[in-house]
């Protein structure tokens, strides 16, 4: 069944388990033989929280924003085990002899996960003929077994230099992403440790290796992202040339810099059996406190690289206010790395990411567009959004600073957007910009909440410093953020996706957003130069 029209806290658009518990996403493949997404992921339907026996969930979509429901895909071994997280690989030729005619080539999938017991940690392999909906045990497993008992989550893909499917998961413990390359899905060669990089915290959890497109535009001139673009991003680029670098994914719990669980990037190159990170700094992923355990989907349309995160983060994802279900996934996000100025005198690479939210699968309830708007302390501006709204919303806001107004370095020169519950308006999501600090900053705190008052590692602010975005015709800096909303999830994309920062919020039940106040802390500093919010739903 569809999981869009449950309980009123359910998010509309992002995939959340119909029951049970759900942690990290796996398998995640796109089967081209009829143009869906397939998304598994850590499921325990017996219980709201994360207890053994763990299965692997599954959901399908053919839009990303509505998800069929197909239950339990994969079981682990039996009730004191768990089939931990892993990946998906379409085995178009058949290397792994599991397939014959009867099966499309762009439907002969096979996953490798992790079978954990706590007594052991080994990759086991199964393959299904049906499409991805039911799954067939290998008989010889495991298929990769070092007699550890933190060896786990493997992300699988074709590499096509060297014809070699190539396995990364984590020896978690010590700090190793080990590298195993194949040629028929079952049996696995060792090529090599990638050891003590990044943020270590406790240990690392799902690695993952992709090559990404490079886009060498410089992201102003890029003129698809914001409001009006489709799933299809990069296709309508006005990309000048497009090449790759390999970047690594891993995953660190806890030990994350803002508390428990994050994920962390690194750029290099790889060549079929070592990844060589291109310098030794360590960058994060997404600047909020729920975006954990990303992985990237196999066989995706044009080569893109799409990836979804688990919203939420192991220091409090058990006492979430929940009925029936918890957990979410984030929205399907694109990844590219565009150059950037993380400041005046660098330019760099980076990670570009841009949410794939499809209008046409949603309908715009009531939309504003405001443009030349002047912020002063003494007034603010009020939208509303409308009597009913759902709790599902898009906005986006393009701002220029007047670097020069005189300002002391003691004045909190901030802009800020307070977006407001319909039924109780003290209940609000603060999300600003202060100019001294040049940072921005989200405050989830003000809610009636028990759980958001009380568990002190559902910490309420985040910041971030920000580079602008460009420099106006005058020289002033302008600036950008897009954010949807989404229930109890944010997941705000600043200056065209540069960064991100990705965290759950509650207001009390049905308090959706209805109104978003705009206001400024200081006088002539910030003009908003374009406005935009529209109130949605599925
Ligand atoms: C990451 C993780 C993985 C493991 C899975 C268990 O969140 O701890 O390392 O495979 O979750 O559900």
Same mark, same amino acid.
């Given at each position: 069944g569809s999981n869009n029209t449950h309980s009123p806290e359910r998010p509309l658009a992002h995939l959340t388990p119909s029951a049970g518990w759900m942690n990290d996403p796996n398998g995640l493949f796109y089967d081209n033989e009829t143009s869906t997404y397939h998304t598994y992921y850590q499921y325990n339907p017996n219980d709201t929280v994360f207890s053994l026996p763990l299965y692997w969930g599954h959901a399908s979509s053919q839009d990303l924003m509505t998800w069929k429901d197909h239950g339990v895909a994969i079981e682990p071994?039996?009730?004191?085990?768990? $089939?931990?997280?892993?990946?998906?690989?379409? &085995?178009?030729?058949n290397t792994s002899g599991f397939f014959n005619d009867s099966t499309l080539p762009g439907q002969r999938i096979v996953a490798l996960y992790t079978e954990h017991s706590n007594t052991s940690e080994t990759q086991y392999a199964a393959y299904s003929l049906d499409g991805g909906y039911s799954f067939e045990y290998y008989e010889q497993n495991p298929v990769l077994d070092i007699n550890s008992t933190q060896f786990r989550d493997p992300k699988v893909f074709w590499h096509d230099e060297t014809q070699r499917w190539i396995m990364a998961l984590a020896l978690s413990q010590e700090y190793k992403v080990q590298i195993y390359s194949s040629e028929n899905l079952t049996s696995w060669e060792f090529q090599s440790n990638f050891s003590h990089h990044g943020i270590l915290g406790y240990q690392y959890e799902c690695p993952g290796l992709a090559k990404?497109?490079?886009?060498? *535009?410089?992201? +102003?001139?890029?003129? /698809?992202?914001?409001?009006? +673009?489709?799933?299809? $991003?990069? $296709?309508?680029?006005?990309?000048? +040339?497009?090449?790759?670098?390999?970047v690594m994914f891993l995953s660190i719990n806890p030990g994350a810099p803002m508390g428990g669980s994050f994920n962390e990037y690194f750029i290099g190159d790889f060549d079929g059996k070592t990844f060589t990170a291109q310098d030794s700094a360590t960058r994060i992923f997404d600047h909020g406190k729920d975006f954990y355990a990303l992985q990237t989907y196999s066989d995706a349309p044009n080569d893109d690289v799409l990836g979804i995160a688990w919203a939420s983060n192991w220091d409090y994802g058990a006492y979430v206010p929940a009925e029936d279900y918890r957990g979410s996934m984030s929205l399907v996000r694109n990844f590219t790395l565009r150059p950037y100025n993380p400041n005046p005198e660098t330019t760099e690479f980076t990670l570009y990411s841009e949410p794939l939210v499809n209008y046409t699968q949603l309908h715009t309830n009531q939309s504003m567009h405001k443009t030349s708007l002047e912020l002063n302390s003494d007034e603010s501006v009020l939208y509303r959004l409308g009597k009913y709204p759902q709790g599902l919303l898009e906005f986006s806001v393009e701002w220029k600073v007047n670097a020069t107004a005189v300002l002391s370095k003691r004045d909190f020169a901030d802009m800020s957007l307070y977006f407001k519950g319909v039924k109780d308006d003290e209940e609000y999501l603060r999300l600003g910009y202060e100019h001294n600090a040049a940072a921005f900053f989200l405050d989830r705190g003000n809610s009636e909440v028990e759980f958001v008052n009380q568990n002190p590692f559902f910490t309420n602010r985040v910041s971030q410093n920000i580079e602008p975005f460009k420099i106006a015709e005058d020289g002033l800096p302008i600036f950008k953020v897009r954010g949807i909303i989404d229930r109890n999830l944010i997941e705000l994309f600043?200056?065209?996706? +540069?960064?991100?920062?990705?965290?759950?919020?509650? /207001?009390? *039940? *049905?308090?959706?957003?209805?109104?978003? *106040?705009?206001?400024?802390?200081?006088? &002539?500093?910030?003009?908003? /130069?374009?406005?935009?919010?529209?109130? /949605?739903?599925?």
């Open positions: 071994r039996d009730d004191q085990s768990g $089939a931990f997280s892993g990946s998906i690989v379409v &085995d178009h030729n990404v497109p490079v886009i060498h *535009e410089s992201p +102003s001139n890029v003129t /698809l992202h914001g409001l009006n +673009s489709t799933t299809n $991003a990069t $296709a309508q680029t006005n990309v000048t +040339s497009v090449d790759h670098k390999w600043f200056n065209d996706g +540069s960064s991100t920062s990705t965290n759950l919020f509650f /207001l009390s *039940e *049905e308090n959706y957003i209805g109104a978003v *106040e705009i206001t400024s802390g200081v006088d &002539d500093v910030f003009t908003i /130069l374009d406005f935009d919010v529209k109130q /949605l739903s599925v």
